[in-house]
C-alpha cells in the first residue's frame, strides 16, 4: 500500500472513531452506520481523484459535490425520479425541509433524542464535512498534525453535547484515530529522507521519529481535547442543553427547558425495565390504587412522533389555573405528599391529574407550561429528593354525563385533530370501520379502547419502539406492542374521527405498601391518550391490554350536572376486553396492572434496536449512484491510466539496439500515440494520411506552439519515423516522456478553458476505448460463433456420414460355390 492510500485510510478510520463520541446524542445508533459509508465514499472519491491530473483544490470541492449528492439520495429520494433512485427537481426541498426539522428537533429534545430524519441528516451531514476536511489536511495536503483540529471539533461538540451520557472511552478511541494518522505521516517523512541517525546536535531527529513540530502540534491537541469539554459553557437550549434537557421557552421565568422528550426515556424505560424505586407518595383518597401519576402531555403529532409543542412556560404559581375545558371546578380535591429518590433522575413533576396547586421547596427550580398543565424542572438537579405536596381536583364524570358533553371549542377541535399529511389511510379508514355503530365521541372512544384490549393485540416491549406515521401502521398491521404503540395510534385514529386528543406520559398508580402509602417503581412507567370533552376537560382512557386500570366510567342514571361527578372506577375487564391473565395464585392485581401475568416472552433487556444496517433501498440507490459517478468518470479515468502507462514504458527492445539507455519501438510508439491522442483531445483530430513529420508539421501550426513545444514535437516525429523506416540498430536513447509533456504544456497553453475542460473530463481520443470495446464485443460474437459452428459440425458429423454412406454391392458367387 502507497503512503498516500495509508493517509487516506487513517484519515477516514481517524473520523469514524472520533465520530462515535456523537453516538449517546440518539436512542439509536443506525445513523452511524449510514455516517461510516459516507466516509468510505469521501476516501474513495479522494483517491480516484488524487491519481487524476486535477488540482489540489478541485479534491475537496468535488467530495463536497458527493456528499451534498449523498445527502440528496440517502434523505430526500423519495422526492426523486425512477422510483426515487434518482434526485430529481423535488430532491431539494424536501431535503431542505427535513434540515430544517433538524433544527426543530434540537429545541425540542432531549438526549438521547430520537433518531428523527432531520437528526440523523445534520449528524450524518457534519460528519461528512469533518471527513472531507480531515481528509484535505491530512492527504490532499499532507499536513496530519493540523488534521486534529477538525477531529478536536467533533470530539468536543460530541462530548460537550453528550454530558452526562459522554465517556472517556471516547476520548481515547478519538485520540488512538489521531495518533494512527500522525504515526502514518511520520513514518513517510522518515522515509523520504532515509535513515536520520541521532547526532549530538539539540534538535536533531532520530531515527524512525516524527518531527519535534508534529510531536508539538500532536500533544497540544490532546489537551486542548481534555481541556476544551471542562471550561465549554452548558447552553440552555434543546440537545444543547444535556442538564435540562429541553426546549428554551419564554415566559415570565425567562429560558428554561421545558422538553425532556419524555416519549423517548419513557420507551428506553419500558424496554428495559427496573425494580428500582423511583418515588413513594400517599394521597388521601379511597381510590388512591386507581389515580395515574401524569408528569405531561405531547400534544403535536408531526408524523415523526408527539411533542410538546408549547415552548411558552411561566413562573411556577402558588395555585394553579383551570384546566383547560373544565366548566366548574368546585369539585373535591385529593391531598398528596411525594418523596422522590435518587432513582429518579430527570422527569416532569409526577401529579394526579388535574393538580390545583403544588407546593415546592425551591420554587425557582420549577416552571409551569400553562397549556398541558406540565410542571418542568429548570435543571437537572431540581428532581432529586424532593419532597412536594400536589392538591388535585377529584373529578369523577359518568359515562351519560360524557355522551352528553357538547362539541368543543372550535379552536380546540383545531389544534388537536390535526393528523400529518402522510398519516397512512390504514388509520382513519380502521377508526371509522371500529366506531361505526357509535353515536357520540364517548361511545366512539370506547370502540377504540375495547377493540385494542381485545385478543387481537399483543402486549410486546420487544417490538421496536416509534410513535410515527410508519410505526403506526406497522403497529396495526403486526399488532403487537407496548403502551407507546397503543396511545400514540388511539390518539392518531381519535384525531381522525374528529374527537381532539393527545398523547399523556407518567407512570400507572403504585403499589400499596400499607396504609395510603404507594411506590413507584422502574416498572411503571406508562403512556395513554387522553380525549377533550367540553365541560369536562382532558379525560384519560386506557387502550393497552393488561396494564394500568382498564377505562370504566359508572353509568350512572342521574341527570348531567354542571361539574363531573364521578371517578373512572376499575370495573373487570371481561374475557374479549384483554388477555387472560394466570389463574395461579402468584398473580394479583398488581401484577395484572403492570401486564407481568401470564407466559412470559423474551426478556426486556432484549428488547430490539434499530438495526445498523442500512435499508435495501438507500444501499440499492447509493450503488446506482456509485455506479453512474464511475460511468461519467471513466473517459477521463481511462484516458489517465493510459496515458501514465504510455509514458512509464514498457514493451520489447529493438532488435540491435543493445546500447544503454535506449528506448524500445514500443516506448517510442506509445510516445507518438500520447501526442496525437493529446492534441485530439485539445481540438486537433489525427490525420492518419501524413507521415509523422507531416503530423508534427500540422500539430505545430494549428496549435501555434512555441518553440520549446514544436522542439519537443519534432524529436517526437524523429524518432517515430526511425523506428517505422530506418534499419535495425537505429535506436533512440531522447527523453521522449519528457518531450511528450513539454508538448502537452503548449497545447493546453494554447487551448481554451473550454477545450482544456473537455480534454480533461470528456477526452475525444476516449472513443478508442468504445472501439476497442466494439472490437472485443465482435471478436467474442465471432470466437462464439465459429466455436458453435464446430460443435454442430462435430454433433452432426457421424450423422451425415451415416446418411450419406452408400450400401455395399453384393459379393459375387464364387466358382467353387457354383461349382
Given at each position: 500500500m502507497t503512503t498516500r492510500a495509508k493517509l487516506t485510510v487513517y484519515a477516514a478510520l481517524a473520523t469514524a472513531l472520533a465520530s462515535l463520541c456523537m453516538l449517546p446524542l440518539l436512542t439509536t445508533r443506525s445513523w452511524l452506520t449510514h455516517a461510516v459509508l459516507v466516509i468510505a465514499v469521501l476516501a474513495a472519491v479522494g483517491v480516484g481523484l488524487r491519481r487524476s491530473p486535477l488540482y489540489r483544490w478541485t479534491v475537496p470541492v468535488a467530495q463536497l459535490l458527493v456528499l451534498f449528492l449523498l445527502m440528496l439520495v440517502g434523505f430526500a429520494g423519495a422526492g426523486g425520479v425512477l422510483g426515487g433512485l434518482v434526485p430529481g427537481p423535488s430532491s431539494m426541498r424536501v431535503l431542505d425541509q427535513v434540515f430544517s426539522s433538524g433544527l426543530d428537533d434540537i429545541q425540542q429534545y432531549a438526549i438521547p433524542a430520537p433518531p428523527t430524519a432531520g437528526l440523523r441528516l445534520i449528524l450524518v451531514s457534519a460528519v461528512g464535512l469533518i471527513a472531507v476536511a480531515v481528509d484535505t489536511i491530512a492527504v490532499t495536503y499532507r499536513r496530519s498534525a493540523l488534521a486534529g483540529l477538525p477531529l478536536l471539533a467533533l470530539y468536543s461538540i460530541g462530548n460537550g453535547l453528550a454530558g452526562d451520557h459522554g465517556s472517556w472511552f471516547w476520548f481515547a478511541v478519538a485520540a488512538a484515530g489521531y495518533l494512527?494518522?500522525?504515526?502514518?505521516?511520520?513514518?513517510?517523512?522518515?522515509?523520504?529522507?532515509?535513515?536520520?541517525?541521532?547526532?549530538?546536535?539539540?534538535?536533531?531527529?532520530?531515527?524512525?521519529?516524527?518531527?519535534?513540530?508534529?510531536?508539538?502540534?500532536?500533544?497540544?491537541?490532546?489537551?486542548?481535547?481534555?481541556?476544551?469539554?471542562?471550561?465549554?459553557?452548558?447552553?440552555?437550549?434543546?440537545?444543547?442543553?444535556?442538564?435540562?434537557?429541553?426546549?428554551?421557552?419564554?415566559?415570565?421565568?425567562?429560558?428554561?427547558?421545558?422538553?425532556?422528550?419524555?416519549?423517548?426515556?419513557?420507551?428506553?424505560?419500558?424496554?428495559?425495565?427496573?425494580?428500582?424505586?423511583?418515588?413513594?407518595?400517599?394521597?388521601?383518597?379511597?381510590?388512591?390504587?386507581?389515580?395515574?401519576?401524569?408528569?405531561?402531555?405531547?400534544?403535536?403529532?408531526?408524523?415523526?412522533?408527539?411533542?410538546?409543542?408549547?415552548?411558552?412556560?411561566?413562573?411556577?404559581?402558588?395555585?394553579?389555573?383551570?384546566?383547560?375545558?373544565?366548566?366548574?371546578?368546585?369539585?373535591?380535591?385529593?391531598?398528596?405528599?411525594?418523596?422522590?429518590?435518587?432513582?429518579?433522575?430527570?422527569?416532569?413533576?409526577?401529579?394526579?391529574?388535574?393538580?390545583?396547586?403544588?407546593?415546592?421547596?425551591?420554587?425557582?427550580?420549577?416552571?409551569?407550561?400553562?397549556?398541558?398543565?406540565?410542571?418542568?424542572?429548570?435543571?437537572?438537579?431540581?428532581?432529586?429528593?424532593?419532597?412536594?405536596?400536589?392538591?388535585?381536583?377529584?373529578?369523577?364524570p359518568t359515562a351519560t354525563e360524557l355522551r352528553l358533553a357538547p362539541p368543543g371549542p372550535q379552536d380546540i377541535r383545531d389544534r388537536y385533530t390535526t393528523v400529518p399529511s402522510d398519516l397512512p389511510g390504514v388509520v382513519s379508514d380502521q377508526a371509522r370501520q371500529i366506531t361505526s355503530g357509535a353515536k357520540n365521541d364517548y361511545d366512539r372512544a370506547m370502540a377504540l379502547v375495547n377493540w385494542f384490549t381485545g385478543p387481537d393485540f399483543t402486549y410486546d416491549t420487544t417490538v421496536a419502539a416509534g410513535t410515527g406515521s410508519n410505526a403506526i401502521a406497522v403497529f396495526l398491521r403486526d399488532r403487537r406492542g407496548f403502551c407507546v404503540h397503543f396511545a400514540s395510534t388511539m390518539a392518531a385514529m381519535a384525531r381522525s374521527l374528529k374527537i381532539p386528543a393527545r398523547v399523556a406520559v407518567g407512570f400507572t398508580p403504585g403499589n400499596n405498601k400499607g396504609g395510603n402509602v404507594y411506590t413507584v417503581s422502574g416498572r411503571m412507567y406508562h403512556a395513554w391518550p387522553e380525549l377533550y370533552f367540553a365541560g369536562y376537560g382532558w379525560m384519560r382512557f386506557e387502550p393497552t391490554p393488561s396494564r394500568g386500570v382498564p377505562t370504566r366510567y359508572s353509568e350512572a342514571s342521574n341527570a348531567p350536572t354542571t361539574a363531573p361527578t364521578q371517578h373512572p372506577t376499575a370495573a373487570p375487564q371481561t374475557a374479549s376486553a384483554a388477555p387472560m391473565p394466570s389463574s395461579g395464585s402468584d398473580c394479583d392485581a398488581k401484577q395484572r396492572q403492570l401486564g407481568d401475568c401470564g407466559p412470559k416472552g423474551k426478556a426486556a433487556a432484549h428488547a430490539a434496536e434499530e438495526s445498523w444496517l442500512l435499508s435495501g433501498q438507500v444501499l440499492g440507490t447509493l450503488a446506482a449512484v456509485l455506479a453512474l459517478i464511475a460511468l461519467l468518470l471513466s473517459p477521463m479515468l481511462w484516458r489517465t491510466a493510459l496515458r501514465r502507462r504510455r509514458l512509464g514504458g514498457g514493451g520489447r527492445r529493438r532488435p540491435g539496439g543493445t546500447g544503454p539507455g535506449e528506448l524500445t519501438d514500443a516506448q517510442v510508439l506509445a510516445a507518438w500515440d500520447e501526442l496525437v491522442d493529446s492534441a485530439?483531445?485539445?481540438?486537433?483530430?489525427?490525420?492518419?494520411?501524413?507521415?509523422?513529420?507531416?503530423?508534427?508539421?500540422?500539430?505545430?501550426?494549428?496549435?501555434?506552439?512555441?518553440?520549446?513545444?514544436?522542439?519537443?514535437?519534432?524529436?517526437?516525429?524523429?524518432?517515430?519515423?526511425?523506428?517505422?523506416?530506418?534499419?535495425?540498430?537505429?535506436?533512440?536513447?531522447?527523453?521522449?516522456?519528457?518531450?511528450?509533456?513539454?508538448?502537452?504544456?503548449?497545447?493546453?497553453?494554447?487551448?481554451?478553458?473550454?477545450?482544456?475542460?473537455?480534454?480533461?473530463l470528456l477526452p475525444p481520443s476516449s472513443a478508442q476505448l468504445w472501439w476497442r470495446i466494439s472490437d472485443a464485443v465482435r471478436a467474442a460474437r465471432t470466437a462464439v460463433g465459429t466455436r458453435a459452428a464446430r460443435a454442430n459440425e462435430a454433433a452432426s458429423g457421424p450423422l451425415r456420414r451415416v446418411l450419406t454412406r452408400r450400401p455395399k454391392p453384393d459379393a459375387p458367387e464364387s466358382d467353387t460355390t457354383q461349382s
Open positions: 494512527l494518522l500522525l504515526f502514518a505521516e511520520g513514518q513517510d517523512r522518515v522515509s523520504r529522507w532515509g535513515r536520520v541517525f541521532r547526532g549530538s546536535a539539540r534538535g536533531t531527529v532520530g531515527s524512525g521519529t516524527v518531527s519535534p513540530g508534529g510531536r508539538q502540534v500532536g500533544v497540544l491537541a490532546l489537551a486542548v481535547a481534555i481541556l476544551l469539554p471542562v471550561v465549554l459553557p452548558h447552553w440552555s437550549s434543546g440537545l444543547l442543553d444535556p442538564a435540562s434537557g429541553g426546549t428554551a421557552g419564554k415566559g415570565v421565568g425567562g429560558s428554561v427547558a421545558t422538553s425532556l422528550d419524555p416519549m423517548v426515556s419513557l420507551e428506553a424505560a419500558i424496554t428495559r425495565p427496573t425494580d428500582a424505586e423511583l418515588l413513594s407518595y400517599t394521597l388521601d383518597s379511597e381510590q388512591a390504587d386507581q389515580i395515574y401519576l401524569r408528569t405531561g402531555s405531547l400534544d403535536q403529532f408531526d408524523g415523526t412522533n408527539w411533542r410538546l409543542s408549547s415552548t411558552a412556560v411561566t413562573d411556577l404559581p402558588e395555585s394553579l389555573p383551570n384546566p383547560e375545558g373544565l366548566r366548574n371546578a368546585n369539585v373535591p380535591r385529593i391531598e398528596g405528599d411525594f418523596t422522590v429518590s435518587d432513582g429518579l433522575a430527570k422527569s416532569w413533576l409526577p401529579m394526579p391529574y388535574p393538580a390545583a396547586s403544588v407546593q415546592v421547596p425551591n420554587r425557582g427550580d420549577w416552571k409551569l407550561d400553562p397549556l398541558t398543565r406540565t410542571v418542568v424542572p429548570a435543571n437537572d438537579k431540581a428532581i432529586r429528593g424532593l419532597h412536594y405536596h400536589v392538591s388535585a381536583l377529584d373529578l369523577r485530439w483531445d485539445l481540438g486537433i483530430p489525427p490525420d492518419e494520411s501524413r507521415t509523422p513529420r507531416a503530423a508534427a508539421r500540422r500539430i505545430t501550426e494549428t496549435a501555434e506552439l512555441d518553440a520549446d513545444s514544436a522542439a519537443a514535437t519534432g524529436r517526437l516525429a524523429l524518432a517515430t519515423e526511425r523506428v517505422l523506416y530506418a534499419p535495425p540498430g537505429q535506436g533512440t536513447a531522447a527523453p521522449l516522456a519528457a518531450d511528450v509533456r513539454t508538448a502537452r504544456r503548449g497545447l493546453r497553453a494554447s487551448a481554451g478553458r473550454a477545450e482544456r475542460t473537455r480534454a480533461l
